[in-house]
């Protein structure tokens, strides 16, 4: 019992800690994507590949906004990874899909990315195309942001409430900003059936 209690006293601060102007900047970003007829690519890997698919859909059914995910194609995926190397998986994406200044890229990760480490260099190849692209950065992240934050335009940084749990608050509250974000007044066109 004492550690779901500690863990919902987690979430607690941590909701209570998420910078709201900065959601809130990002919401605009997301709207002046949609004005300008502009794509958002989703990325992540492990649960948060899982949290880009679920994204891709309340953009596109929600907000009207073109969204899509790298890993959604697994095969694309698989014959990157085995032909070219995992780094090159996102980058050579965002290239075939001629990614550019009306898009922008949506990075859900826990670490953002850090090359020295080799922790989702994916990530980091990504971020740089898109900005060598004139595509926007946005993010919303784990820890200190990584590569992703750094080099990035908006990118929201979920506070760390314990060390040992930074990636299951990281990716659980990805879910709790991009469902702000789709039930935004600014942003949301269509209801949701409940």
């Known amino acids: 019992m004492e550690h779901v ?3 919902l006293r987690e979430v607690c601060d941590i909701a209570l800690a998420l910078p ?3 959601i809130e900047a990002l919401c605009d970003e997301l709207v002046a994507l949609r004005e300008r007829g502009g794509r958002l690519f989703i990325l992540g890997v492990g649960g948060s590949a ?3 698919s679920h994204a891709v859909n309340d953009f596109r059914k929600l907000c009207g906004i073109e969204a899509y995910a790298p890993t959604d ?3 694309e995926l698989s014959a990157r990874t085995n032909d070219e190397g995992w780094p090159s998986v996102f980058v050579e994406w ?3 899909s001629r990614v550019g200044s009306r898009d922008a890229i949506l990075v859900l990760s826990v670490g953002g990315g850090n090359l020295e480490r080799n ?3 994916n990530i980091v190849s ?3 195309e898109a900005k060598a692209r004139d595509a926007r950065v946005l993010g919303i992240v784990g820890r200190d942001g990584g590569y992703a934050k750094q080099a990035g335009d908006v990118v929201i940084v979920i506070p760390t409430a314990a060390e040992q749990r930074v990636t299951p608050h990281a990716e659980a509250f990805q879910a709790v900003v991009w469902h702000c974000l789709v039930s935004h007044p600014k942003l949301q066109r269509n209801a949701t059936k409940w």
């Open 5 to 7: 209690a500690q863990y």
């Open 20 to 22: 709201a102007g900065e």
């Open 50 to 52: 899982a949290n880009a």
């Open 73 to 75: 194609n697994v095969s």
């Open 94 to 96: 965002l290239r075939v």
């Open 119 to 121: 922790v989702s260099p």
């Open 126 to 128: 990504a971020v740089q």
